[in-house]
């Protein structure tokens, strides 16, 4: 398999720790959305990373859909979600809610870095600032009432989405997250931070276009 994309990216870096976590050899491939975007055309028209080439050739995109088939692959017992049920309908909308503050904070980095100050629109940075203070005030509430040392009793992609968009949210806006405001998050994303699967695949934010 071929992982497309740099591990600064909270979905390329949760499609990572997955495969890490279960082992699957993979090659990785580096590359940038802006510097590489031709190269990465080549497998996903939209210029968006994560891609996972699959052996036979078969282009994965899109984080959710690549973790998915992932779980497929291993089957339901070591799967990151179970099939269906309660527990996989939990895990989703804490995947869902995680990776929508990401692409939050995403949108907001590229309205920094790709607008000059007095072009920047302060209607979308607030909307996008007020999206990912509720989301992460309601997410501190619940891991809070969860406790235990993973959001959902055991290891699960949930675990891994919230920390993977916690790390990108605060490299990119450090001042939109307060560990002290929200303790739980910081606890947990330390405490999924100190897993070798996470160590393995980890890169300081860079952004070049």
Not at 51 to 68: F, K, P, Q, T, Y
Not at 131 to 147: K, M, W
Not at 153 to 181: K, M, N, Q, T, Y
Not at 188 to 195: G, K, P, Q, S, T
Request: charged share 20%; with cysteine; hydrophobic share 50%.
């Amino acid at each position: 398999m071929i992982l497309i994309g740099q591990y600064d990216s909270p979905f390329v870096r949760r499609v990572a720790v997955a495969l890490q976590h279960h082992g699957l050899a993979y090659e990785h491939r580096p590359w940038s959305v802006w510097a590489d975007a031709e190269s990465i055309a080549q497998y996903n028209p939209l210029r968006r990373v994560p891609v996972l080439v699959m052996d036979d050739g078969e282009a994965l995109v899109e984080s959710a859909a690549i973790l998915d088939a992932l779980d497929g692959l291993v089957g339901a017992e070591r799967a990151l979600l179970p099939p269906s049920g309660e527990a996989r309908r939990a895990g989703l909308r804490v995947c869902a809610l995680a990776t929508g503050f990401a692409d939050k904070a995403v949108s907001l980095l590229y309205e920094h870095v790709l607008r000059a100050g007095d072009r920047r629109s302060p209607v979308w940075v607030d909307r996008c600032v007020t999206q990912i203070s509720e989301t992460l005030d309601l997410l501190e509430r619940e891991r809070a009432a969860r406790g235990g040392d993973f959001w959902l009793g055991a290891f699960s992609h949930a675990d891994i989405a919230v920390a993977c968009a916690l790390r990108f949210l605060g490299e990119a806006h450090p001042s939109l997250f307060d560990a002290a405001r929200r303790p739980a998050l910081a606890a947990h994303a330390a405490r999924c931070e100190a897993l070798p699967v996470f160590a393995a695949v980890v890169q300081p934010l860079h952004v070049a276009v």
